[in-house]
Nanobody, 125 residues
Framework: QVQLVESGGGLVQAGASLRLSCAAS????????VAWFRQAPGKERECVAT???????????YYADSVKGRFTFSRDNAKNTVYLQMNSLKPEDTATYYC???????????????WGQGTQVTVSS
């Protein structure tokens, strides 16, 4: 069982930046596929970004069109932590953001076994 703990959410104005962190424990992290999902009230959980292990220390990343160019997914394997740098935030980015992980995974929430508790991001206009 892997434990994932998110942090870094908050209330900001439109145009501001936030950096979310997700710390993992309980397994070898370097080959772990990690994803960020978000869920706004009344909406389905959507995939924001994924980072999948390919070989050695190469990873492939995916970004939803709605965040491409504004959000950056990175990881520090030495710290067992991934980050989501969110720039130029918009009110429509308001949601609870979840970190998810598994041996492999894509863009569906059903593909991930391990989940964090979520962190709230609120962007005011």
């Amino acid at each position: 069982q892997v434990q994932l703990v998110e942090s870094g959410g908050g209330l900001v104005q439109a145009g501001a930046s936030l950096r979310l962190s997700c710390a993992a424990s309980g397994r070898t992290f370097s080959r772990y596929t990690v994803a960020w999902f978000r869920q706004a009230p009344g909406k389905e959980r959507e995939c924001v970004a994924t980072m999948s292990f390919r070989r050695s220390y190469l990873y492939s990343t995916y970004y939803a069109d709605s965040v491409k160019g504004r959000f950056t997914f990175s990881r520090d394997n030495a710290k067992n932590t991934v980050y989501l740098q969110m720039n130029s935030l918009k009110p429509e980015d308001t949601a609870t953001y979840y970190c998810a992980g598994d041996e492999s995974g894509g863009r569906s929430a059903f593909e991930y076994h391990d989940w964090g508790q979520g962190t709230q991001v609120t962007v005011s206009s």
